[in-house]
């Protein structure tokens, strides 16, 4: 029997209507997987390729055939938008089955929330903060509303891939699973997955199931992609140089920026006027600045604002407002936002997307692609690279566009190898570790240690950590009264426990600053960290407010909206870049071929920096004199394999080198003063690596490497411990100094006199 028979016929009434002429081929390999098989699976393919209903097609069709006596399927999601997107979808796909459709997050009111808690059934969307809330304070009712849970779909599985979140989640469902004595089949969603058999292991953690990944034949996409490069301000690369070709705009313009414009933003202006666009950004700050100026440039031209703005620090009101926009076919307005649109959720039919500077890595420049090219049209984003012109007496690390040659090496190894950033699974997650301490102590109450470590050090996710840093662990939280051991020699959540674990904060485990809610009279606007005093002007939802009145004991910043530019503050998180993307970007400057998406500015400046390249000899030689006891060194590594190599030089080599006034440019290179010469630093460098060392003596004595929420309330003993055993790439940064040593001793490469390079 074809998939699509097999479908219950509510299912095939919908294909019908939505004048499908087929089934997609991940709709096909979805459903014979769920119908043909009892193992879990990971669905791979491209933005509105059909992922949602390929999982849900066939699991509905199983609801109908018997119904589940609990909530039947969980559907996980990273963001609140993005549940709200898929509610709207299922809701209207489940209606006519009568299998109830049912959210929780936040936003969601505790009317809807008790139907659910007096009725489990259907399908529950929720984030997995709001599971962990669901697992705190639900504890009893944990089998009532799961005692009968098939199916658990977990979508963008890629995003919950990076940090403690997706352990989380895992952690969350086997807890689930173990309470409700059931063990669901799950089902994993992406579009951007770098290492398919790495995520289907993790997706397996703790199931006793393996997971099919079935292989799609990706159909050929033809992208509109172009990347232009703007100096700040004065003079760009290509004024009055008629010779040089690029890659001619995609379109005309359909404004006109104001005189004395930003350049790349009087670009990015001229191009969305009477479009619906996306303007992503990589930082909080920068999603501020650049709506603020973009709405000043409409105000100076007395057009009204075709701009708006979306990021998470931006209250529900004012995301909702933005996305409702984008749907609506009638709207050609603009949005700037940071990844918070970058996933999954129905944002209707985009024209194009910009990207201002890149991205951190080859997922997110996928996915924000993806936003665009629906309903037929080709995916479509320009990019924007933007820099300060370099002074006359600038040195050589400061000359390179590097967010340019960034930009590049995303692309191409997308183009030429189809390449994405695998998952990072062997951290040593200990901030983790002790949330789900504090989690299982807060639902379960009283435990004896052996119970607790039976519960919390079981779960698959913690497969690297011993029960010796458990126990080290556990001591450290009694001593600090986290927790507490009753009279029978059981322990419970402690007097400081119990005001970190009762806050709504403790759901989340990824990093959040203190944060104050702003408000103009009774509208909540979003929140900030730092507020400044009153009197003072802050950036938020795209404009400018003069701060009234600060409560620092409830958390508030009241103000006055006011005309102006400031910068906006909210706590940035740098990314990640892949060491890959690092050697691809090495090997740009090595080419002589044009890209094909590269504009007239980017083809000439990328053309200065190859000639910069070759006058120095940046391709050949990673260390570079700058003149005099100045060098730079140019390792090509990815963030934390940088981050190794950096402390490796200061720790163990700088002494013999005689370096001092180490100052890193993560992950692009090192300036430093030295007194040895070339062959000696990489002499030295490689005779210190042959050295057997352990990860912790690249911690620094009085250091506590704080890198994880909950970080602090560890004992400082495992936070060096996660810092350098799970954080620090040492055997990347290994690999690259073997390297340097092996060419050091092939051919001399890296054998010059410090005064100059030889031929």
Not at 330 to 358: H, K, P, S
Request: charge should be negative; hydrophobic fraction near 40%; charged fraction near 25%.
């Amino acid at each position: 029997m074809s998939v699509f028979n097999r479908y219950a016929t509510f299912i095939q009434d919908f294909i019908y209507r939505n004048n499908w002429e087929s089934l997609r081929a991940i709709q096909v390999a979805a459903g014979d997987a769920v119908f043909n098989t009892d193992d879990n699976i990971l669905l791979s393919a491209s933005t509105a390729s059909g992922k949602t209903e390929a999982a849900f097609f066939p699991v509905l069709t199983l609801f109908t055939e018997d119904m589940p006596h609990s909530v039947g399927a969980i559907y996980i999601g990273p963001l609140k938008s993005l549940i709200n997107d898929q509610f709207m979808r299922l809701t209207d796909l489940c209606n006519e089955a009568e299998v109830p459709v049912w959210h929780w997050h936040g936003d969601v009111s505790q009317s809807h929330k008790n139907k659910l808690l007096k009725n489990p059934s259907g399908i529950l969307q929720i984030t997995p903060e709001s599971l962990e809330a669901l697992l705190i304070h639900k504890h009893a009712a944990i089998s009532k509303l799961f005692g009968d849970l098939r199916f658990i779909v977990i979508d963008e599985v890629h995003s919950l891939m990076r940090g403690d979140r997706g352990g989380q989640t895992l952690c969350l469902i086997e807890r689930l699973s173990r309470l409700a004595g059931v063990n669901p089949r799950r089902i994993g969603l992406s579009a951007t997955i770098g290492d398919s058999e790495a995520t289907g292991k993790f997706l397996s953690s703790g199931t006793g199931r393996k997971t099919i990944i079935p292989e799609i034949e990706a159909k050929g996409t033809k992208w509109r992609l172009s990347m232009e490069h703007f100096y700040v301000s004065g003079a760009q690369t290509a004024d009055g140089k008629t010779e040089e070709k690029g890659l001619s705009v995609l379109d005309n313009p359909t404004d006109t920026a104001p005189e004395h414009a930003d350049p790349g933003m009087g670009y990015i202006f001229e191009h969305t006027r009477g479009k619906k666009c996306l303007i992503f950004v990589n930082s909080r700050e920068e999603c501020e600045a650049v709506t603020t100026t973009l709405r000043q440039y409409c105000e100076i031209n007395h057009e009204p604002d075709r701009f708006l703005i979306h990021h998470g620090n931006l209250s529900a009101s004012y995301r909702e407002t933005a996305e409702a926009v984008m749907k609506d076919e009638n709207q050609y307005q603009t949005t700037v936002t940071t990844a918070t649109l970058e996933l999954g959720i129905d944002i209707g039919r985009l024209e194009r997307a910009f990207q201002i500077d890149a991205p951190f890595t080859v997922s997110s420049f996928l996915q924000r692609m993806g936003r665009t090219g629906r309903r037929d049209l080709p995916p479509e984003m320009w990019f924007v690279m933007r820099e300060d012109e370099p002074e006359s007496r600038a040195m050589l690390p400061e000359t390179i566009p590097w967010k340019l040659i960034q930009g590049i090496a995303l692309v191409q190894l997308y183009i030429e190898e189809r390449w994405v950033e695998p998952p990072k699974l062997d951290r040593l997650p200990f901030s983790l570790l002790y949330h789900q301490t504090m989690s299982t102590l807060a639902s379960c109450g009283e435990m004896s240690p052996a119970a607790l470590a039976s519960r919390v050090l079981t779960l698959s996710y913690f497969y690297r950590i011993s029960q010796d840093d458990f126990k080290v662990m556990l001591r450290h939280m009694l001593a600090n009264d986290h927790i507490q051991k009753t009279e029978n020699g059981g322990l419970i959540v402690g007097l400081a426990g119990e005001r970190i674990a009762n806050s709504f904060k403790f759901y989340a485990v990824f990093q959040e600053n203190e944060e104050y809610t702003v408000r103009c009279d009774s509208h909540e606007l979003g929140t900030i960290v730092k507020p400044p005093p009153a009197g003072d002007k802050i950036a938020i939802a795209g404009h400018v407010w003069i701060v009234t009145e600060v409560d620092h004991k409830r958390h508030l910043v009241y103000c006055e909206q006011v005309r102006g530019k400031v910068p906006a503050y909210f706590g940035e998180c740098p990314g990640d870049i892949n060491t890959k993307i690092l050697q691809r970007m090495r090997e740009v400057f090595n080419e002589d071929k044009v890209y094909p998406y590269l504009m007239k500015n980017a083809v000439v400046r990328l053309g200065h920096a190859r000639h910069t390249a070759q006058n120095s000899h940046l391709y050949d030689e990673p260390l570079i004199c700058l003149g005099g006891d100045m060098w730079c060194l140019f390792p090509w590594l990815g963030s934390y394999a940088f981050l190794a190599l950096e402390r490796f030089i200061k720790i163990k080599c700088a002494p013999v080198l005689k370096i001092s006034g180490i100052n890193p440019s993560r992950p692009y290179f090192i300036q430093f003063t030295m007194k040895a010469g070339r062959e000696e630093f990489f002499s030295v460098i490689s005779e210190m690596e042959k050295i057997p060392f352990d990860p912790m003596e690249l911690v620094y004595p009085k250091e506590v490497p704080l890198f994880e929420k909950y970080d602090e309330f560890l004992p400082a003993e495992l936070v060096k411990k996660g810092f350098a055993y799970g954080i620090l790439d040492i055997e990347g940064m290994r690999e690259r100094v073997r390297e340097w040593a092996g060419k050091e001793m092939g051919n001399g490469c890296y054998c010059k006199d410090r005064d100059g390079f030889s031929d």
